[in-house]
């Protein structure tokens, strides 16, 4: 049973993620304008919704704007709120849109400011009266009794405005000294406030005011920038809100620009919760009043701290609110992730077994169609190397017969069947060629079309060969071994081998100048042979030709990797091989003509090394300097050594001495004895133009067992003796 447990979780966790969210109610609020005042309310309102993840809150401000608020609150019950919370901008102007709204059952919290109209549910805010006259007996306090006061009230109409005008005449109508020497009107705004005071200076040139009392705090300090900028001495200035903040009134007191403020309490959070209880039927009050409380320069600084740690905590709650917000958002997403998950993983399951299925199919159709190809180009490498093969015995024999003197002899009768022999099999051999080639074949031409077109190219006369050259040919069939020697035994010496095995063991045995293998043999074929004989160090500068008769593109370029040298196909023409083989071994002694001539290193050398790389240096071969780096190793260490003979030297180069002999001449025409006496010679040299070392310690030190011959060897080498060479410097 407990291996279901891990299903039950997440088949709950499917089940609560498919579950129909909670109800959300949506709260409209209407604002008469935009202040800071109503922005910390508005911020406190969606602190408090939080809280509840049931609610949505919809804001709207007015401006200042009875038309904009009426049309607001309109739109907001046409969007199906549940509840308004609306704060008037004036008190008969929107009273129609607050009853409409309470018609259509949709209940209605006043607050801040009041209404007419008695189509309201709650009411929540502070008693502006009682701040008007609270305010007022602090003036009457602060100014002794006696002086000029001047009042800078709020929008008409508003009853906030009503109320504070109110409940300040009647705090100061009973102080004979005090006189309200303005009573100016504004609208809440500071620029208004501005306005108004500057133009009752204006007017009023010689008028000395003792207190002016903005009935928020920004009236009070447009008020303030107006004397400042009529350059008249500053009264005292009081203002109401009381807000925290940088722009706040208790900061204003704090810094003593106001005198005073009075805390409007904005309490969003609790505005929040009066509508919860109303929409989740809960009991609530119909009136709630505000606390609030006066702020002077005494209390001020205390009241500043206070608030700035509120503010704190309520932005430290509201971070937490994003990030839980946050997180319940990763947790509806994965929610909905897994569902989409499951549903994947499904389409994912069909889909890879289908794939799988599809894959298996091309898996045995791809090892099918390779099978058949495989097959196809074994038949085909077979029958063009079964066709090829002859072709080449037929073409070559008659070539070479055409130039017999018997042939030249023969009868008219005779020479004439002899020519449509040779005309129709080099036809033959064409047909065949593009056949196997995969070019469209013309039509054949008959004996009489094609009596008119030159025959093949005929053997050159055999030149016999100047420098003794080696040939191993390597062929599993005897008549192309034996076509071969007859067109080259007359010009190199021949070596013949039956397959690639024993083409490899007698070139690593003979070591010849050049190798003549073809391609499909049993036991190594020509490929293997080719590159076995590269990667020798005792075979690798032999030449290759592979002789056969694979003539596709890929067949040449897998020749070419192989190493070969030269990849001809058959049937071939005789002259076309020797021309191939002729310059092969003319390459190689121009690189032996070279190493001859290589220059020896000057008599100042520092590098008492540089007699045996001047004995071994030549041109720079890539394919031979590992070889020659060897070569040149070995004979450096032991060249002090008299007794250093060709054996020792072949023998750290895992050579015989007959390998190491014909590989050095095949690439610097010079012996390894010579070039051991050239090294030896130079170093000789050197340390006689570098040391005071006398001439038989010279030649002791140089590996020359006697310092006669020493100076035989010198003589022959340089043209002078060892003592000439040191009576020069």
């Not at 109800?23 to 910390?40: E, F, H, P």
């Not at 549910?121 to 002086?147: C, H, K, P, W």
């Not at 190491?660 to 006496?677: D, I, M, N």
């Amino acid at each position: 049973m407990h291996k279901l447990y891990p299903y039950l979780i997440l088949l709950s966790a499917l089940l609560a993620g498919c579950s129909p969210a909670p109800r959300k109610y949506q709260i409209g609020v209407s604002q008469c304008s935009a202040d800071i005042w109503r922005d910390k309310q508005n911020q406190e309102l969606r602190m408090g919704a939080y809280f509840h993840d049931n609610v949505n809150l919809r804001f709207a401000a007015a401006y200042d704007s009875d038309e904009r608020q009426v049309q607001q609150i309109d739109s907001l019950v046409g969007e199906g709120i549940d509840l308004l919370i609306v704060a008037p901008n004036q008190i008969a102007t929107i009273s129609p849109a607050i009853d409409r709204a309470y018609d259509k059952g949709i209940p209605v919290i006043v607050f801040e400011r009041k209404t007419n109209s008695e189509k309201f549910t709650a009411f929540m805010g502070a008693d502006n009266y009682e701040m008007g006259r609270l305010m007022g007996e602090y003036i009457v306090s602060r100014l002794n009794g006696r002086g000029r006061v001047m009042e800078v009230k709020g929008l008409e109409g508003s009853s906030p405005a009503i109320e504070r005008h109110k409940g300040l005449l009647d705090a100061l109508g009973g102080e004979s000294g005090l006189q309200v020497v303005a009573s100016l009107q504004g609208d809440w705004t500071e620029p208004t406030a501005y306005r108004s005071v500057k133009e009752w200076i204006a007017a009023h040139p010689g008028e000395q005011v003792d207190l002016v009392f903005g009935m928020n705090d920004r009236s009070a300090m447009g008020a303030r920038q107006a004397f400042i900028d009529a350059r008249r001495p500053l009264p005292l200035f009081c203002g109401i809100d009381g807000l925290p903040g940088q722009q706040g009134g208790i900061r204003l007191v704090r810094d003593s620009l106001l005198d005073a403020s009075y805390i409007y309490p904005t309490r969003g959070e609790l505005l929040l919760q009066l509508a919860l209880d109303i929409l989740e039927g809960r009991p609530y009050q119909k009136e709630t009043r505000l606390m609030s409380a006066i702020v002077t320069p005494d209390n001020a600084r205390v009241l500043l701290m206070e608030s700035d740690e509120v503010m704190r905590q309520a932005s430290n709650i509201e971070q937490l609110q994003h990030m839980a917000s946050g997180y319940l958002r990763q947790l509806d997403s994965q929610r909905a992730v897994t569902l989409l998950a499951l549903a994947l993983a499904v389409l994912l399951l069909l889909l890879a077994a289908a794939i799988w299925l599809y894959h298996r199919q091309r898996v045995r159709m791809a090892h099918e169609r390779g099978r058949l190809e495989r097959l196809q180009l074994d038949f085909y490498t077979q029958v063009s190397h079964e066709l090829r093969t002859p072709l080449t015995l037929i073409e070559g024999p008659l070539a070479q017969l055409a130039e017999t003197a018997e042939m030249k002899q023969a009868a008219p009768s005779t020479a004439a069947v002899f020519d449509i022999v040779r005309r129709n099999a080099h036809q033959l051999s064409l047909l065949v060629s593009k056949m196997l080639d995969g070019t469209p074949a013309q039509p054949a031409q008959t004996p009489a079309e094609s009596a008119s077109e030159p025959c093949p190219p005929a053997v050159p006369a055999a030149q016999p060969a100047a420098d003794g050259a080696t040939l191993l040919i390597v062929d599993d069939n005897a008549d192309i071994r034996l076509y071969l020697r007859t067109i080259l035994q007359d010009r190199y010496q021949i070596l013949e081998a039956a397959d690639g095995q024993q083409g490899l063991e007698t070139a690593r045995r003979e070591v010849p100048d050049l190798i003549v293998s073809d391609v499909m043999m049993p036991v190594m074929n020509g490929l293997e042979f080719c590159q076995r004989v590269k990667e020798n160090v005792v075979t690798s500068h032999i030449p290759v030709i592979l002789l056969t008769a694979r003539a596709l593109s890929h067949n040449q370029a897998e020749g070419y990797r192989s190493g070969a040298d030269v990849y001809l196909t058959k049937p071939f023409q005789p002259d076309v091989l020797t021309a191939c083989i002729d310059n092969q071994l003319r390459c190689r002694k121009v690189l032996r003509d070279l190493w001859q001539a290589a220059p020896q290193p000057p008599a100042g050398a520092d590098d008492e090394g540089a007699a045996a790389t001047a004995a071994a240096d030549g041109p720079d071969d890539a394919a031979e300097s590992p070889f020659i780096a060897r070569f040149k190793a070995v004979v450096e260490a032991h060249l002090t050594d008299s007794d250093l003979s060709v054996e020792t030297i072949g023998a750290e180069l895992s050579m015989s001495r007959v390998q190491l002999y014909r590989k050095l001449k095949a690439l610097t025409g010079q012996s390894p004895v010579e070039l051991l006496r050239r090294a030896r010679l130079a170093r000789a040299r050197h340390l006689l133009t570098t040391t005071d070392l006398t001439v038989s310690e010279v030649a002791y030190q140089s590996g020359f067992s006697a310092p006669s011959y020493f100076t035989k060897c010198f003589k022959e080498e340089y043209g002078q003796l060892p003592g000439d060479i040191r009576q020069k410097q």
